[in-house]
């Protein structure tokens, strides 16, 4: 039986005939020189450290191409690049793609062809920017004072002014080295329009400190929810998010304040007893976010795409996976559907775990159980990947318990083709908040809290964080946070 190697170069010669409209294929130098560089790529989609898949073979050695082998007079190709190079070289440019590149790639993008190469290329350079390695974004986009979501009992305390979430904020911002853990920072809408105390921009704080603004542009949904859909553990029916109609000029006015990217995001409940989420609550929901994050491109905003399935319920991380994996698979059709450009835009999904008061997962499990959904959902063409932390139980540490699902998963799979990170907001600033209390005198502990968070999270992206090692303020004085859109 002739190799999978061997098999496949004679389909891809063929192939290539055909598409040309000869009836002839490759030379054999070609068909030998493309089974020899074949024959030595790995297969990452098997995973890190993983063996090959049941029936899947492998020639050990190039001597598996001999009944192929090129003429004696032929010579030899120099090196695999040069191989491949040559072999791509005498392809002929599909009518789509334009000329090629010298090196063998396709000079012109044949996909979003209604946005500018300029363009392109500004949203994937901020989109890179935003999934530089070991940074994640600091979600600082909550509508009222974070302190009102930290669930903590001591926390709202704190009164809840415009005043105190202006001294707050800026005081996150200017934590010194705080660019060193953080790429970017989502802010709500009145942060990106305000000062702080000395009347200086918010946006020029974040810029200068060398990290990203963004915009949350989503206006929450309606509790009454989607007609005819069933109540669910949140309480209420099925939603999507308000916001488009006028998205197009919030979009213009947020890139000219000094945003460079936007979040919207979509919830979705599990309840399998009651069929949710329903097919209808999921198309809604992923339509809704592609057509968002096509109108943000087209204003010059990287979308970050967030369709949050919550934790709530007694349901195990079984359903939590077969969900999750079912969503993606929609959205990533929607988006292709609306014409989103993948390398400019990120996504911002749930990690794959129990219901609060389901079976408890470990840190393992979940990152195994995430990571195979990502696998099986999420194209390389999008550079990032950033977790929302999600809601925890009450006899939970939800700083700890992100920090430590977020290094498993690094830890295990270390070699994945997106930047796997996080987008923390209550789980890196409950001790911050708890330190603070509303007293500028406790600026210089609270960065510092803010900073060793920061730095757990960095670690984690690399695998390498301790558990126990980040101070916080662990469980003592949990009490459930405010739930729905904030």
Known sequence: MLSLHVATTSFVANAVGNH????????????????????????????????MPMGATRDSAPAAAAPVAAPAAAAPAT?????????????????WGGARASAGGLVNDFTCQWLSDSEKAALKAT???????????????????????????????????????????????QAPGLSEYISGVILHTETLYQSDASGRKMVDLINENGMIPGIKLDKGY??????????????????????????DARCKAAYAQGARFAKWRNVLQIDPANGLPSDLAITLCVHNLAQYATICQRNGLVPIIEPEIVPNGNHGIEACAVITEKVLVAQFAALKQHGCYLEGAVLKPNMVKNGLAGPKATPEQIATATVTVLKRTVPVAMPGIFFLSGETALDEDNEEEATNNLNAMNKLYPNLPWSLTFSYGKALQKTTIITWMGN???????????????????????GTYIKGTCASVSVDGNVAQAGGAY
């Open 440 to 462: 500028v005198a406790n600026n210089g502990i609270a960065q510092t809290a803010i900073l060793n968070r920061c730095k757990a999270n960095s670690d984690a992206c690399q």
């Open 20 to 51: 040309r409209g000869r009836t002839t294929s490759l030379s054999m130098n070609e068909a030998a020189a493309k089974a020899a560089w074949l024959a030595k790529l790995d297969a990452p989609q098997w995973g890190p450290g993983a063996s």
């Open 127 to 173: 989109a890179d920017a935003m999934s530089a390695p070991n940074k994640g974004f600091l979600a600082s986009d909550e509508s009222a004072g974070p302190w009102l979501r930290a669930g903590h009992v001591d926390a709202a305390k704190v009164p809840d002014t415009e005043e105190n979430r202006a001294a707050y904020r800026s005081m996150l911002y």
């Open 79 to 95: 090196s695999e690049a040069a191989a491949k190079a040559a072999w791509l070289a005498k392809l002929d440019a599909p009518s």
């Open 222 to 247: 309606d509790t009454s929810g989607i007609p005819g859909t069933v109540v669910g553990p949140l309480g209420h029916p099925e939603t999507f998010d308000k916001g488009i109609d006028d998205l």
